[in-house]
């Protein structure tokens, strides 16, 4: 079993729904939460990078971390065609700088 | 546009060949991290340098190794290549040792 599990999708939605993309982990000692977004054959793109439990917001973009269940969320508002693209969650310890990938989700928003 | 450069783009090479990738980390960055992206693999952390140093080794190989110079670039150098090294490797650069990670554009390396 992976330390990082995420649906690989593709998660299909209409233009202006809601997305939501989750990642569930075991290692309970990750500290540092990230969401990626990276387009075909391009570089991982940085979308979100949270510390510990809790929310954090950026514009269209929120971002869930639930350390008691061990599951982290990634919210998308008002989807566009733009967002379609694959969907990397990434973790690392406290003081790491290793980072640990989820195998990520294929994100399609249909116009 | 991370600020991260990354060359060559594309590398098409055979087997037991040696090929060297290269990465400019941001500019003021002074830690850089080698990934592999593989299909069956997905996104594995490699190593990471900081200010010339090597700072965490991940699940590299001893066929790879990696240096980064008092410029601050680094260099990836694939040995003996094989056919299961086929894959992307991206280059990502931090201010700091621990960080937001940035990822630059990435070196396709085919072996044939």
């Known amino acids: 079993q992976k330390e990082v599990e995420q649906d690989p999708g593709p998660l299909s939605v209409p233009e202006g729904a809601i997305v939501s993309l989750n990642c569930t982990y075991s290692n309970s000692a990750f500290q540092y939460f990230m969401w990626y977004r990276q387009y075909s054959r391009k570089g991982p793109e940085l979308l979100m990078y949270?510390?510990?439990?809790g929310n954090k917001e950026d514009g269209r973009f929120t971002a869930q971390v639930d350390k008691s269940s061990k599951y982290i969320s990634l919210f998308i508002r008002d989807s566009q065609p733009s967002d379609s693209a694959t969907y990397l969650c990434?973790?690392?310890?406290?003081?790491?700088?290793?980072?640990?990938f989820g195998g990520g989700t294929r994100l399609m928003v249909k116009p | 546009d991370s600020g991260v450069t990354q060359t060559p783009k594309h590398l098409i090479t055979a087997t037991g060949q040696r090929v060297t990738l290269r990465c400019s980390p941001r500019?003021?960055?002074?830690?850089v991290y080698w990934y592999q992206q593989s299909l069956d693999q997905g996104l594995q952390f490699l190593i990471q340098?900081?200010?010339?140093?090597?700072?965490a080794k991940g699940n590299i190989l001893e066929r790879f190794s990696a240096q980064q110079f008092p410029d601050l670039h680094s260099e990836l150098n694939l040995s003996s290549l094989e056919l299961g090294d086929s894959a992307l490797y991206f280059c990502?650069?931090?201010?700091?040792?621990?960080?937001?990670?940035?990822f630059g554009p990435g070196t396709r390396l085919t072996v044939t």
């Open positions: 340098y900081y200010n010339g140093e090597e700072r």
């Open positions: 500019s003021g960055d002074l830690s």
């Open positions: 990434a973790m690392t310890l406290a003081g790491g700088n290793m980072l640990t």
């Open positions: 990502a650069s931090s201010s700091r040792p621990v960080d937001e990670q940035y």
């Open positions: 949270t510390y510990s439990s």
